[in-house]
């Protein structure tokens, strides 16, 4: 148990719908992150949000939209998916974004995209 | 963009064995950190180190931020069955603050 819960664990949706991705945390953190994992690649960071305002944006496409309510929770909102998005996507949480401060992961969501 | 090179990719080994994986790059860190994911969870922290020369111990577990700041190593001792899974490297580059992560070593054990 990381104190980071992702849902769903698994997601299987086609190429027009909208789903949502959620991340909760549990650690009392005031910076979270989300990473797309994909086979044979690095994490991939997506988007870094530090005491609910986006503070990050690695060039992701607009059809991923982030959205954090609060401190405790991330969304991740998902449009008109490709297949090249399908893979393993990874809530992270830290106390700030301080270099010191190491990041404690949920265990994802796999996304498949048909 | 930056890069971090883990080797190696893959290993194989045997019950008892020691493993030896590292991570180099062209430029300085600040941070390392190693995590290790098993199938269908996560990424967990096990060691974080802050300083270069920095030898960090946890159980079976040592790791060492270079001297250079540009490389880091990660030692397991008398390997486990247990011990399976992929095991990435991360370094937050001094130049840019960001938290780089490298492609994994995956690690086979045989009992």
């Known amino acids: 148990e990381t104190g980071v819960t992702q849902t769903p664990r698994h997601l299987v949706m086609g190429m027009t719908n909208k789903k949502s991705l959620k991340c909760e945390q549990h650690?009392?953190?005031?910076?979270m992150y989300w990473y797309k994992q994909s086979a044979k690649k690095p994490l991939e960071l997506m988007f870094v949000y530090s005491l609910e305002e986006r503070v990050e944006n690695n060039s992701v496409p607009s059809r991923f939209s982030p959205e954090c309510p609060n401190s405790s929770h991330l969304f991740l909102h998902l449009h008109t998916l490709q297949p090249e998005d399908s893979a393993l996507y990874l809530c992270a949480s830290s106390q700030d974004r301080a270099y010191n401060q190491p990041q404690h992961f949920g265990d994802g969501t796999r996304l498949s995209i048909l | 963009g930056q890069q971090l090179n883990q080797s190696p990719q893959s290993m194989f080994i045997q019950e008892g064995e020691d493993v030896s994986m590292n991570c180099t790059s062209s430029?300085?860190?600040?941070?390392w950190l190693w995590y290790k994911q098993d199938p269908g969870e996560g990424p967990v922290l096990l060691i974080a180190?802050?300083?270069?020369?920095e030898l960090t111990s946890n159980g079976r577990l040592t790791a060492q931020f270079g001297i250079t700041r540009k490389d880091s190593f990660l030692n397991i001792s008398a390997s486990i069955p247990s011990d399976v899974g992929i095991y990435f490297c991360?370094?937050?580059?001094?130049?840019?603050?960001?938290?780089?992560f490298g492609q994994g070593t995956t690690l086979q054990v045989k009992p």
């Open positions: 430029s300085i860190f600040n941070t």
């Open positions: 180190l802050y300083k270069a020369g």
């Open positions: 991360a370094g937050r580059s001094s130049n840019t603050g960001k938290l780089i």
């Open positions: 650690l009392g953190h005031n910076a």
